[in-house]
């Protein structure tokens, strides 16, 4: 008896886990079906540039220029003694923030570093990434900002977006106007209940908004002082962040989808009423509420969903040329999508627009599409219920069978393309990609499989670019979602070849189409202007480009891709009849054509210049 102990079964530390994490949820057992409205007893009191002086100046980060300031400046606004007496470019302080950033040993660091400069001066963060694109936009987003949306809550140390929580529903027009800034034309919205690859992660899913919008600004020179990050607040499922005494947001599960629905109804009626110019792009929702809120409001606001329609249009215009390459005819052409979310649907569909403006009908267009899912080929007959999203490319001609692993799919369908948009990585194995290239192979010579592995970050891409180009011999048409290096093969006749990989990144297009919307006074993004914004970036590579089999730009020129795009999607919003501008100015650009209109984008886009130019000074 000396030996029984009663509490030997109990797992202790488990019940101290729950008593934490119980301890940590600041409204469980309030009724929630109350929401008062938040009264702000005085006006927010901002200072006109043209009277800021001293610290007011150097502490604003849209009026702050650094060493910029030219004598006359330093004196009229009070500088003098506040800032060291040497007088640089922004060529030499961008310099030197890529000496330090360089001396940063990891990719969080380097961000922080980025995110603390961009606090204190925006022209000269923006100068470093337009003119370091290649080096600093996988810092700025994918992959770095999936490592950093992790993190958030743990790296905070001051505000950079609005967030806006479900607890304060009733004030989303006093919070709104709350942001310093005026009329902002273009917002990032996400509620972060599916952050990349990486889950429900909550308000710290704020990331993707911030970096997203950076991406506005150095890809399309939409001004930074124009744009909104937004976070959603409605709790989260996430064990790691209810657990998380440091977690910024409501530290209790996420309430029930009519309830999130009708939060959205109320913030996008706010939004529209605050900055009814405003256009609200939808980010990293889950895949049910990013179908759903895009068929909601698409016709009522000026909104889209990247997720949706942006990753299908870069993908599509990464396709148009990928087929250009392949050697297999239009007619033969059949794609297998690894992957049935909101993207992977998203993306389908936009191919499937391809093949309808090529003359084939809706059903003969679908019918090249097979998608397959967790559980094997999306079909009508699988036995289990198919969420509504998946029934539009469901197979109905697989005679009863069901096809459970993506080996048995290729090997059934023969397919000319392969994409993944799993969030898995490794998912394209060996075997998947030699079965690929097999059934390319076996319709004639001079063929070409394309291996689109899309997942992000790199953590969950599908398959490396090295290992696709050596498991077909080095004639892969290969665009991923992540950045990949370039790699060097020996042929079998002992010459070296260097491959050249290419990502398809949904900031090729998203940044163009939103510019393009803003410019034209659309009163909605029509299915016609996500579309032309894929075969504008088709039509964007240069001749060099094109000689080394790219599929697009280098990421050196994605602010000319999306000039183009931005045009473009003008052209096609004038076309649709939701441009707002006038029909004197649409007469000229008629009249004189593209070199008109390209101008007019290009007075437009913000670019953050040198010193002494005019533009710099006050």
Known sequence: MTDFNPMSSINIAELEDK?????????????????????????????????????????????????????????????????????????????????????????????????????????????????NIRELMPLVYTPTIGDVCLQYSSLYTRPESLYISIKQRKSIRTMLRNWPYPEPEICVVTDGSRILGLGDLGINGVGISIGKLALYTGAAGINPAKTLPIVLDTGTNNETNLKDPFYLGLRSRRVSV???????????????????????????????KAFKYLDRYRNKYKCFNDDVQGTGAVILGGYIGAVNLSGVPVDEQRLVFMGAGSAGVGVAKQLVEYYTRRGLSEEEAKRKFWLVDTKGLVTQDRGDELAEHKKYFARTDNNGHQFRT????????????????????????????????????????????????????????????????????????????????????????????????????????????????????????????????????????????????LIYPRIERV????????????????????????????????????????????????????????????
């Not at 800032?83 to 940063?104: C, F, G, N, Y």
Request: charged letters at 25%.
């Open 258 to 288: 009519e309830e999130q629905q009708a939060f959205m109804d109320e913030f996008m009626e706010a939004a529209n009423d605050v900055f009814p110019n405003m256009v609200v792009q939808f980010e990293d929702f889950d895949t049910e």
């Open 406 to 549: 993506l080996e048995e799919v290729i090997e059934y369908v023969k397919p000319s393309a392969l994409i993944g948009l799993t969030a898995t990585f490794g998912v394209f194995t060996e075997s998947v990609v030699r079965a690929l290239k097999a059934s390319v192979d076996a319709g004639g010579l001079g063929r070409r499989p394309i291996l689109f592995p899309l997942s992000n970050p790199l953590t969950k891409a599908e398959c490396t670019f090295e290992q696709a180009v050596q498991w077909t011999d080095g004639t892969v048409i290969f665009a991923s979602g992540s950045p990949f290096s370039s790699f060097a093969m020996k042929t079998p006749d002992g010459n070296v070849v260097d491959y050249n990989p290419n990502q398809g990144n949904n900031v090729y297009v998203f940044p163009g189409l939103g510019l393009g919307t803003i410019l034209a006074k659309a009163t909605k993004v029509t299915d016609n202007m996500v579309y032309t914004s894929a075969a504008a970036l088709a039509e964007s590579l240069n001749t060099d480009e094109l000689r080394k089999g």
């Open 19 to 131: 008593m934490k994490t119980a301890a940590l949820d600041q409204h469980r057992g309030y009724a929630q079906n109350h929401y008062p409205e938040v009264q702000q007893y005085r006006p927010t009191e901002t200072i006109p540039k043209s009277s800021a002086c001293g610290h007011q100046v150097l502490r604003e980060p849209v009026w702050n220029k650094g060493l910029s300031f030219t004598p006359e400046e330093r004196v009229s606004k009070n500088l003098t003694g506040l800032i060291p007496h040497v007088m640089e470019s922004l060529e030499t302080q961008s310099a030197r923030v890529m000496k330090m950033i360089q001396t940063r040993q990891t990719n969080i660091d380097k961000y922080l570093y980025l995110s603390n400069l961009k606090a204190q001066n925006i022209d000269l963060f923006y100068r470093v990434l337009i003119d």
């Open 559 to 618: 602010r000319d891709a999306s000039l183009i795009v931005a045009r473009e999607v003008m052209k096609a919003a004038r076309r649709d009849g939701v441009s707002k501008l006038s029909d004197e100015q649409w007469h000229e650009w008629e009249e004189w054509g593209d070199v008109a209109l390209t101008a007019y984008i290009k007075e437009r886009m913000y670019d953050p210049v040198s010193f002494p130019t005019e533009r710099a000074r006050f």
